[in-house]
């Protein structure tokens, strides 16, 4: 009973903590502190049991209290990719650069995710801004724009490829 007990009154006074260290303004009434964190809380258990998918659903409740949070768009976008979505992980590692531009991690992990997906234009891109902001990128922006000239190589081939056949044909075609 004591530990429980215990338990309660350290949440409380932990929810009356990050209450007195809100802004002033700020549009988050008592309730939605309590839940926001109760939310973290189990999050923080389903991640340390290895329960991704519980821990999934528990980061977008939190992000209906925190939508402004990087750190957790950052998260859960390891998260995601962990768990094999890249496209999701994507979408949130966006989120979090968006929300913290000057981050060159959450850049780099932008990149990296569209290496994964061979969107190697968007991956420079990123690489790009990760290290303009100082972070250490610079092998990896190399080999996205060796894969990115590549891609635009394959493409210009299989156009003059395209042209040549048509070439061909409208020759085969005159001949008869």
């Known amino acids: ?9 350290s949440l409380l006074a932990a929810t009356a903590a990050i209450i007195t260290q809100m802004p002033a303004g700020f549009a988050l009434d008592e309730m939605d ?44 976008g390891n998260c ?3 768990m094999q979505n890249k496209a999701g992980a994507l979408g949130q ?5 968006r929300i913290q531009p000057g981050i060159p991690e959450y850049w780099a ?6 290496m994964m997906l061979k969107n190697y234009e968007q991956a420079v891109s990123a690489y790009s801004r990760a290290v303009s902001l100082g972070g250490n990128y610079q092998k990896e922006l190399q080999a996205a724009q060796v894969y990115l000239m590549r891609q635009r190589q394959i493409q210009e081939e299989k156009k003059q490829l395209q042209l040549q056949n048509e070439q061909n044909k409208k020759i085969k075609d005159d001949d008869d």
Do not use: W
């Open 33 to 76: 502190v309590r839940k926001a964190f109760i939310h973290e809380t189990l999050l923080k258990c389903y991640l340390a049991k290895r329960m991704l998918p519980e821990a999934q659903r528990e980061y977008q409740a939190v992000l209906k209290y925190k939508p402004n949070d990087a750190r957790m768009h950052f998260d859960y």
């Open 1 to 9: 009973m004591c530990k429980g007990r215990s338990l309660v009154v």
């Open 109 to 114: 992990a932008v990149g990296t995710v569209s």
């Open 80 to 82: 995601m990719l962990t």
């Open 93 to 97: 590692f966006k989120d979090a650069a």
